[in-house]
């Protein structure tokens, strides 16, 4: 079973930081993708970062520019340094990840979400 487990929200005023971190566990033969979404009640879920295997980077034109995600294979852990935050970031943050399993192949899995709120 193919599990996500994620760090690092909370309380930060405007223009403040923050780093979310995700670590998979459980037996991947490999993890294609990694990405962070983020759901509010008006907007539903929508993505903010993906990283691919590849290095492949992409993000939302609303957080290009302040937010930066990394990977490290080793830990098979995805981060997302959050900086200059603004009242409209506060969302509930989802860890997704596209793996690739021994017995079931390929599998998207999604983390259980961390709530990050900006307000002074």
């Known amino acids: 079973q193919i599990q996500l487990a994620e760090s690092g929200g909370g309380l930060v005023q405007p223009e403040g930081s923050l780093r979310l971190s995700c670590e998979a566990s459980?037996?991947?033969?490999?993890?294609?993708?990694m990405a962070w979404f983020r759901q509010t009640p008006a907007k539903g879920r929508e993505l903010v970062a993906i990283i691919t295997s590849g290095d492949v980077i992409t993000y939302a034109e609303a957080v290009k520019g302040r937010f930066t995600i990394s990977m490290d294979n080793a830990k098979n852990t995805v981060y997302l340094q959050m900086t200059n935050l603004k009242p409209e970031d506060t969302a509930v943050y989802y860890c997704?990840?596209?793996?690739?399993?021994?017995?079931?192949?390929?599998?998207?899995?999604w983390g259980q979400g961390t709530l990050v709120t900006v307000s002074s």
């Open positions: 997704n990840a596209r793996v690739i399993t021994l017995m079931l192949g390929n599998l998207e899995v």
């Open positions: 459980g037996i991947m033969r490999s993890i294609n993708s």
